[in-house]
């Protein structure tokens, strides 16, 4: 029989605050436990005695129980928790489907790090396509061939781009609402929100229900970072589009792509919604962000939480569905503490490993926002019947069990593997970490925060 010691999964976070207390996370059993610091400082060592532990009896005991501590060998979990890993992965694959129309690819703004700059050199006559009434229509057959368990349908399709609610796409998008809602389909945008007047008459009720608006910062930042390539400025009609929205009765998701030139600026856009009473409707939220490709990102996690707009201390400035690299985690972490759960276990970072579907205007079918246009990661096309290709098991096929460097990582369930759009040009075996042993601790004292102010 093995000899009681730490379990190769046991991650051990001091917490900083007058108690001085540790947060127990478990790699592959999801426990979370606070314990005190001599408890914490023990099982932060990487070969503690246990054997010669002075720990109480009925604390080991629980330790034990919830996999803190085990009789079995470093490969014995490895072994189980990729098992684990496999098991989820069917699991996710098998439920829910999520389907984007991607409208066009064409748009009216010219961020510089969006993808569109990475298909640019495929012409105008190519960007320009938009989905035709033909199209549209073996796109919600192709709905049926993907997953034939209408039941298992996603009922939100999301409109995507380009850009999807721009004027030059008024003749089909109605007509692509129009046939979802007699399908049982309702609707979601992702729109730059210039031309969202245009659509007015759909939005809300059961047609265009939500929408993820993306604004920079105040008008001065956005204005020269987001701007309409024939009109300039976009900022202010934005704003009168959102509260158009609101208006509607449409679910409106503020996003912000912060890096370390315009956090400040952002703060002042945060400002500019309390004062226009955005922040006041239950139906507006808003969430920063961090993009890999835009050079001016923070992508160190120590120096984002030095920034006073992302620090822990900061986070209540905003609306409680604040998500980013340093707060969606600990929403999770919350929930497990609040409802004395287990923490999710996640073997997949995203929904392109699972269930997403993105169909484009030329019949392809894509799995990842960051990928659409880029002819080597199409799974699939849906020009006469469904076909998928040897992509399609790339994308749907890896899970943290598939990657070798995450098949011995301690935080491979809790991190997914990472973002599989951030390595497509290094290899898709391999994991995208992006400092996440940093990223959790920040999240686990936030949760942690929150939950003792409950």
């Given at each position: ?48 005695d246990i054997l010669h532990w002075n720990c109480p009896t009925e604390i080991l005991e629980q330790l034990i129980q919830r996999g803190f501590i085990t009789a079995k060998t470093s490969n014995e979990e490895m072994n189980f928790a990729n098992k684990i890993a496999n098991a989820i992965h069917l699991y996710q ?318 935080y491979a369930l809790l991190c997914g593997g990472g973002c599989v759009a951030k390595i497509m040009h290094i290899g898709m075996n391999e994991p995208y970490c992006n400092s996440f042993p940093a990223i959790l601790q920040a999240n686990a004292r936030r949760a942690y925060y929150q939950y003792m102010s409950i």
């Amino acid at each position: 029989m093995n000899t009681l010691k730490k379990s190769y999964y046991t991650i051990a976070i001091p917490l900083k605050n007058p108690a001085e207390e540790y947060m127990l996370i478990h790699g592959y059993t999801g426990a979370i436990n606070i314990v005190p610091k001599a408890i914490g400082i023990v099982l932060s060592k990487e070969e503690p005695d246990i054997l010669h532990w002075n720990c109480p009896t009925e604390i080991l005991e629980q330790l034990i129980q919830r996999g803190f501590i085990t009789a079995k060998t470093s490969n014995e979990e490895m072994n189980f928790a990729n098992k684990i890993a496999n098991a989820i992965h069917l699991y996710q694959k098998q439920s829910y489907k999520k389907f984007y129309f991607l409208v066009n690819y064409n748009c009216n703004f010219r961020c510089p790090y969006c993808y569109e700059n990475l298909i640019s050199n495929r012409g105008k006559g190519w960007s320009h396509q938009i989905m035709t009434k033909e199209t549209v229509n073996a796109a919600f057959d192709c709905l049926l061939e993907i997953e034939p368990n209408k039941d298992k349908h996603n009922k939100e399709i999301v409109l995507y781009g380009g850009e999807p609610l721009m004027e030059d796409n008024l003749a089909i998008v109605p007509y692509i609402v129009e046939k979802g809602n007699s399908l049982g389909y309702n609707f979601s945008a992702i729109t730059n929100g210039y031309d969202l007047n245009f659509f007015a008459d759909l939005l809300g009720n059961e047609q265009i229900k939500k929408i993820q608006v993306t604004l920079d910062g105040d008008s001065t930042y956005h204005n020269k970072r987001r701007f309409h390539y024939k009109k300039g400025a976009s900022f202010d009609k934005i704003i009168d589009n959102i509260q158009l929205a609101l208006d509607k009765g449409v679910r409106v998701l503020i996003r912000s792509n912060v890096d370390n030139l315009n956090a400040d600026s952002v703060r002042q856009l945060v400002e500019k919604f309390k004062a226009l009473k955005f922040k006041d409707n239950p139906l507006f939220s808003f969430y920063p962000a961090m993009l890999k490709n835009n050079p001016n990102n923070i992508l160190d996690i120590t120096k984002v939480m030095n920034i006073n707009f992302m620090g822990v201390d900061k986070f209540e400035d905003f609306n409680d569905e604040f998500k980013n690299n340093t707060g969606a985690y600990s929403d999770l972490i919350l929930y497990a503490l609040k409802n004395k759960k287990p923490l999710q276990l996640r073997p997949t970072f995203c929904g392109a490993q699972m269930g997403l579907y993105i169909l484009d205007p030329y019949r392809n079918i894509y799995c990842c926002l960051e990928s659409v246009g880029i002819p080597k990661h199409i799974i699939g096309n849906y020009r006469n019947q469904l076909q998928w290709n040897e992509m399609y098991t790339y994308w749907k096929m890896r899970n943290t069990a598939t990657i070798p460097a995450c098949q011995k990582c301690k935080y491979a369930l809790l991190c997914g593997g990472g973002c599989v759009a951030k390595i497509m040009h290094i290899g898709m075996n391999e994991p995208y970490c992006n400092s996440f042993p940093a990223i959790l601790q920040a999240n686990a004292r936030r949760a942690y925060y929150q939950y003792m102010s409950i």
